[in-house]
């Protein structure tokens, strides 16, 4: 039996960590649903595999005669019926094997809240319910994921020591308010997956052949053994000129420093000859 203190665990985590569909999968569940992690959403999947291992094992036990059989097979298809997962009556085993995550999903009290119209999100039916706004038949229940009864639908409101009983409280959503923005959502939701859908390629109709790219004038002459000449236009003729080559920095510099020294020699020279006139003279 294990310590009570130490309770066991109610779900069983994916055989892979990491496969790219079903993390795709389990994000969206979780959004849709307003989960809070990853486990509330594999509890779910837990119940879906014990109902269904349970109606498999029945099934077999049927087929050879055991009473015992009948009435565990009677047993749990009243309780799939008191939880709203079928209906109540006219049903079989076969149907149990039909239950799907979603339909557990939608069964919760956290979903149950919303879709009243008692919260306008799935976050915020979960936050006045883990606060304590919320009650069924008067009982305050805090545990969003609860299953909630067939019974229980109709009963499930506002708590009476709560102050959003009050119809004058401002975070109180209206009913219309709530409706509409379910519907936008699901309008935004359409739009996503639309736009993730590569668009198919149009193929021609029945009948109907592709139209074929016109053949170009070129193409056409060419057939008919005609060959075209372009006519080269009347323009200037234009010179050849020889680019002279860029002289590095460093040359430059070269020739400035020889050029000024050619302008010292020719001044040191007009200095000197007028002295040479004066002394032929004296």
């Known amino acids: 039996m294990g310590d009570p203190k130490f309770s066991r665990r109610k779900y069983d985590t994916p055989s892979h960590p990491w496969r790219a569909e079903r993390i795709k999968t389990e994000t969206e569940l979780q959004k849709r ?7 509330e959403l594999w509890k779910a999947q837990s119940m879906v595999r014990t109902f269904r291992s349970r109606s498999r094992d029945l099934q077999a036990r049927l087929r050879t005669g055991e009473k015992q059989a009948e009435i565990e097979t009677k047993q749990l298809l009243e309780k799939c019926g ?3 997962l079928l209906p109540a009556e006219g049903t079989t085993l076969n149907d149990v094997l039909s239950i799907t995550l979603e339909n557990i999903l939608s069964r919760r009290f956290q979903t149950m809240v919303y879709q009243m119209g008692l919260a306008y999100t799935q976050e915020q039916a979960r936050q006045f319910i883990t606060h304590g706004h919320i009650a069924i038949k008067g009982r305050i229940v805090t545990i969003p994921g609860y299953i909630v009864r067939r019974v229980e639908e109709n009963v499930i409101s506002y708590a009476p020591t709560s102050p959003i009983s009050n119809e004058l409280h401002p975070i109180r959503p209206k009913p219309k308010d709530a409706l509409d923005i379910e519907k936008e959502k ?9 736009e993730e859908k590569p668009k198919p390629k149009k193929e021609p109709a029945e009948g109907k052949h592709p139209k074929a790219a016109k053949p170009s004038l070129e193409k056409l002459l060419k057939k008919d053994g005609a060959e075209i000449k372009a006519e080269p236009e009347n323009l200037p003729e234009i010179e050849d000129v020889e680019e002279e080559p860029e002289k ?18 020719k001044d040191s020279d007009k200095e000197k000859q007028p002295k040479k006139k004066k002394d032929k003279e004296g």
């Not at 649903?33 to 486990?39: D, E, S």
């Open 186 to 194: 699901a309008l935004v939701e359409q739009k996503e997956k639309q």
């Open 248 to 265: 590095k920095p460093e040359k430059k510099k070269a020739d400035a420093k020889i050029e000024k020294k050619g302008e010292h020699k």
């Open 82 to 84: 008191r939880l709203g």
């Open 33 to 39: 649903y307003g989960l809070k992690n990853k486990r």
